[in-house]
């Protein structure tokens, strides 16, 4: 089923009083376990410029993205936050919800899955990508990816076996 972008659910919106203050999706205080926390010294992947480790506020997630109460702020760390508004939404047979939307401002565009409550998806803001995947222990992990750490392409070998002029 396909919901109509400019008000996913109108008839489920809550009232104005319901809906969550606009701290964003992600939070620090909403469940997380004490006990899971990265270290510094965590080792990333070259491709990862940097990575945040956050828990998914529910009733914000409820609320904004599933019933569609208005914009998403995702908040992927303290200095990048975007308000994304839904361009569509659509149920899968199992369940999920595919959510996608663009930057309030149109400097990108977000696509999102939920499943059972975790957030799997990405968004590209300008000229940065974000990643977005749950991990076992609950959390919602957010990597910015750094293009320059993949490998480089490797060309091709000729299909004779002999070398040739690389462009």
């Known amino acids: 089923m396909l919901l109509p972008a400019a008000g996913l659910l109108a008839a489920a919106r809550p009232a104005a009083a ?64 975007v308000d994304a508004v839904a361009t569509s939404a659509q149920r899968t047979g199992s369940g999920s919800l595919v959510w996608q939307g663009r930057a309030a401002d149109g400097s990108g565009t977000v696509a999102l899955v939920v499943a059972d409550g975790r957030i799997t998806g990405s968004a590209t803001l300008g000229r940065s990508t974000y990643a977005l995947l749950p991990d076992r222990e609950g959390n919602t992990v957010i990597d910015e990816i750094d293009p320059a750490g993949f490998p480089e392409p490797h060309p091709t070998p000729p299909q004779d076996g002999r070398p040739r002029a690389v462009p």
Do not use: S, W
């Not at 992600?26 to 956050?54: S, W």
């Not at 993205?65 to 908040?75: C, E, H, Q, T």
């Open 18 to 81: 319901q809906v969550p203050a606009d701290a964003g999706l992600f939070c620090a205080g909403c469940g997380a376990d004490p006990r899971i926390r990265m270290k510094a010294t965590d080792a990333l992947p070259r491709e990862v410029a940097r990575r945040r480790l956050v828990r998914i506020d529910p009733t914000y997630l409820q609320t904004r993205l599933v019933d569609g109460a208005g914009p998403v702020r995702l908040n992927l760390f303290p200095d990048v936050v």
